[in-house]
C-alpha cells in the first residue's frame, strides 16, 4: 500500500505525476439539490431519484446517469478522479447509491473560509498536472481563479448549479476536456 501524502498531509493518489485529475465535489457535481431544471430547457430528460442514507435518516437524491456516466469515462480514459468533499462518509454512501466505483476522497482542512481550505486541498492533489476541478462553492473566489491563471499545467474551474448539477453544456466541455488530456487521448494522438 502506498503510504505517501501530499503536503498538505492529504493522501498522494497513485500515478500523480502524470495523470489528469478531476476533482469533484460529488453532491454538486453529480446531484440536484431539487431538480429545478427538471423539466426547463436546460436540465435532462433522463432525471432519476435514489435513497441515501445520511445522518438524519434517508434521503433522496434527483441525479442523471448522463452526468453519472462522466466519471465512468474518465477513469477509463485513464484520469484520477478524487471527491473533494465535506463529509467524506455521505460522498461515500452517495457515490455506492449512484453505482459508482469508490473514488479517493479528501475532507478539506480546517480553515476560517471554507473555500480557502478547498483550496489548501486542492493545490496537494493536483501538484504539476493537468486539473478539472467541478465545484459550486470555489467558482468565484478570487484565491482560487488566481491560483489557476498561475499554474502551469492546464487547468479549467466549473461551477455547477446546486439545482442542475452539470448541465447538458458542461457535460459537453467535461466530455472535450477528458478528450484533450486523458493519457488514452493522448497516446491515440502521439501514434496518428
Known sequence: MDNRTTQDGNPALPGVERRPLWLIDVTDTLTSASGAGRRGRNGWADWKSVAVDAITGSTEVLYSPSVTALVHEALASGLDVCALDWEPDYAARLLDALAL??????EPGSHSD????????ARGLA?????????????AHAAVTKWLRHRRSPS?????????????????????????????AIAGKASS
Do not use: F
Request: glycine fraction near 6%.
Open 101 to 106: 466505483p469508490r473514488l479517493p476522497i479528501v
Open 127 to 139: 501538484m504539476n498536472r493537468p486539473l478539472l476541478w467541478t465545484d459550486s462553492e470555489v467558482g
Open 156 to 184: 479549467y474551474l466549473m461551477a455547477p448549479s446546486n439545482d442542475l448539477s452539470l448541465s447538458p453544456s458542461m457535460v459537453g466541455v467535461v466530455r472535450t476536456w477528458i478528450g484533450t488530456h486523458a493519457p488514452s
Open 114 to 121: 471554507p473555500r480557502e481550505a478547498k483550496l489548501q486541498a
